[in-house]
């Protein structure tokens, strides 16, 4: 409610201004320029910024190391997201990556690791939000992935509209089996959505990554390219879907994904409930901290 009132408040990106704002503890740097429209939005955690004469929006996350998304992390995207659906110039959003060969690990696993309940309470709540504004934003989203994308990663890429993914030896899919953790129901979900129950089936249950051919092939992603030219063909794609008219375009979006959403809408608290009872039992706390081990000794 609080990040609410205080977008409410924020004033159109088409001004002169350079505004900071806390939030949270957390410092928001935005750049405004009457003539070239454009305003960059910068935390910590990413850069939201946009072409005003395309309407087009870039959102790059760039957390350290890997854009594992914790709670601050999952709060700016949240921010952004809503400032960006929020902004009547704005067209379409490429979610892309600025750190070298990652898009996202996905989930933080220290947020779920030896947890104090409260934090994890909002850090689930917040994810979940995360993605309802994600899958069902009134926005053409292009995920730009130039790097691996497990499990929260893979969700976040899903739950755009189309996903270029770079050539080379990136995995992505929801791994979570891999972790001795189960994807929730609304993970699975998009996953269905995206590549078909049968396919669902077993990249789940195998907790599978796949390489960017076979994603290709299952319909994971969309397209291909080199890794330098994944922003740029992300965004030639998103000049494709511009062209439709967006309110027919948008309901079409919404006839397809708004049940999907509503099935987490009425079981949010529920949901929340399930993932703390869950993550907190000592066979997935052990599991986690054996994963974390091997992830810190496999860099020796
Ligand atoms: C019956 C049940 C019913 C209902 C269930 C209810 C609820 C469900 C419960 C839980 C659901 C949770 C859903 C979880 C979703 C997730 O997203 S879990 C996260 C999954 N992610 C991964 O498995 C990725 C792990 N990372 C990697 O594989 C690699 O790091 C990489 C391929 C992404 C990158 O490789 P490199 O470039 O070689 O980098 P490093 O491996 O050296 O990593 C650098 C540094 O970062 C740390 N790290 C990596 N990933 C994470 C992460 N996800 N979280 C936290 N930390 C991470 C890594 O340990 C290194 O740290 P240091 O060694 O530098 O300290």
């Not at 946009?50 to 087009?56: A, M």
């Amino acid at each position: 409610m609080a990040v609410r009132t205080l977008l409410g408040l924020l004033r159109p990106w088409q001004q002169f201004r350079t505004t900071i704002i806390t939030l949270r503890g957390k410092t928001l740097v935005e750049h405004g320029c009457a003539r070239s429209m454009s305003t960059d939005t910068t935390t910590d955690n990413l850069t939201l910024s946009l072409d005003s004469k395309t309407g087009i929006a870039t959102l790059e996350m760039h957390r350290k190391p890997v854009n594992g998304l914790n709670l601050e992390m999952l709060t700016d995207l949240n921010i952004a997201l809503e400032k960006a659906e929020n902004e009547k110039s704005c067209k379409g959003l490429v979610l892309t990556s600025g750190l070298p060969k990652i898009f996202s690990a996905g989930l933080d696993i220290l947020e779920m690791y030896q947890p104090k309940p409260e934090r994890l309470a909002e850090f689930w709540r917040t994810l979940q939000n995360m993605w309802m504004r994600l899958y069902g934003s009134r926005l053409v989203t292009i995920a730009a992935i130039a790097g691996h994308s497990p499990a929260g990663g893979c969700l976040m890429a899903m739950s755009c509209d189309y996903r270029v993914m770079a050539t080379g030896k990136y995995a992505i899919g929801l791994n979570e089996t891999l972790l001795g953790i189960v994807a929730p129901f609304w993970f699975r979900d998009t996953m269905v959505n995206t590549i078909g129950h049968r396919e669902t089936e077993r990249a789940l249950q195998l907790g599978h990554l796949y390489g960017a051919d076979e994603a290709l092939k299952v319909g994971l992603v969309d397209h291909l390219c080199d890794q330098e030219e994944v922003v740029k063909a992300a965004t030639e794609e998103m000049s494709r879907w511009l062209k439709v008219n967006a309110v027919a375009r948008q309901l079409s979006k919404s006839a397809m994904r708004q049940a999907t959403i509503d099935k987490l809408v009425v079981r949010q608290e529920q949901d929340i409930e399930d993932f703390m009872t869950f993550v907190q039992r000592d066979a997935v706390q052990k599991a986690l901290g054996f994963y974390l081990q091997s992830l810190r000794e496999k860099r020796g």
